[in-house]
């Protein structure tokens, strides 16, 4: 059985033992963006890949019988043209919920506390009053969620632990559990902060346009760490331009890594982070174990995590 590992993080050798145990292992180390994936994914029988991917791989994949995604979101493989070919998929759906959902926080109170614009100011010498500026307080406010899986439970908990409201509009509003569902408009018209925590779909690619953000409440901010599909860029920046969105803060972008000259890596009322939500060192660690456990599941005929 050939295997090949294409992997943005770093296996242990131990974690490569168990799948040279599989069969022969062909283990490389990724690197973000690299237009020469498809070239290692070919003579995989069964392959595990990150899928930060800027190419469609299903066209290389010539003998593959298994993919195991190391990502919950799979939406940068050509699922359909994979399971065309016969292609079983799996992923590892619950390994960075709380990572994910504290570093929305962490971006929150970033544009809330303006942190970003401290360092600046102090380097500059230009703190000359008592207030260098005013920031804005949480407790009292109302927390929107866009999508309320795990990760947007959890960032619900959290906000309640700041004294805020939750409220959220998802897809199954049973899915929201003991979380307030709400129709988009009114989580538009009635957040004072938004997060985005839904996978990038047809239905929600784009969904933060113009016309959306027309109808935020004054002094809204928008944090995204789900997909930045989600978001119409364009629309954002004249968003932030014309005070209809008082800050973004994201953790994803489109390509990754961005060029230098993205507008999001330049506006002043922008917070980005390079998609790092997801990793710390426990969640890494489970991540890989689990995208190993789906080999070791599908050698066995006992397939777990399909997609």
């Given at each position: ?21 599989l069969g022969e292992l062909r283990y490389h180390d990724a690197v973000l963006g690299d237009p020469g994936v498809g070239r290692l994914c070919q003579g995989a029988e069964i392959l ?7 190419i469609d791989i299903v066209p290389h994949l010539d003998v593959c019988r298994f993919i195991s995604v190391q990502a919950a979101g799979v939406d ?232």
């Amino acid at each position: 059985m050939k295997i090949h590992a294409i992997s943005l993080s770093p296996m242990s050798e131990a974690q490569k033992g168990r799948l040279h145990a599989l069969g022969e292992l062909r283990y490389h180390d990724a690197v973000l963006g690299d237009p020469g994936v498809g070239r290692l994914c070919q003579g995989a029988e069964i392959l595990v890949i990150t899928p930060r991917l800027p190419i469609d791989i299903v066209p290389h994949l010539d003998v593959c019988r298994f993919i195991s995604v190391q990502a919950a979101g799979v939406d940068a493989l050509n699922i359909a043209a994979a399971k065309a070919k016969g292609i079983v998929i799996s992923n590892v759906p619950d390994f960075c919920s709380d990572a994910v959902a504290e570093h929305a926080f962490a971006l929150l109170l970033g544009v809330t506390k303006k942190l970003a614009a401290g360092p600046a100011l102090l380097r500059e010498g230009r703190w000359t009053t008592a207030l260098a500026y005013s920031t804005v307080g949480l407790r009292g406010k109302t927390l929107g969620l866009f999508g309320c899986g795990k990760i947007g439970t959890r960032i619900g908990e959290i906000a309640r632990g700041f004294g805020m409201s939750v409220q959220a509009t998802v897809r199954d509003p049973s899915r929201a559990r003991d979380i307030p569902a709400v129709p988009l408009d009114r989580l538009l018209t009635g957040s004072d902060f938004i997060v985005l925590a839904a996978p990038a779909t047809e239905q929600t690619t784009g969904i933060f346009d113009a016309g959306a953000f027309s109808r935020l409440r004054p002094g809204a901010a928008l944090i995204n760490i789900s997909r930045a599909a989600l978001v119409n860029t364009t629309d954002l920046v004249a968003a932030l331009d014309a005070g209809l969105l008082a800050a973004f803060a994201t953790d994803v972008l489109a390509p990754e890594p961005p060029p230098p000259n993205d507008p999001l890596l330049h506006h002043p009322k922008i917070l980005v982070s390079p998609h790092v939500a997801w990793g710390t060192d426990d969640a890494i660690e489970r991540l890989l174990d689990l995208s190993i456990a789906n080999v070791e599941a599908f050698l066995t005929g006992k397939p777990i995590n399909l997609v």
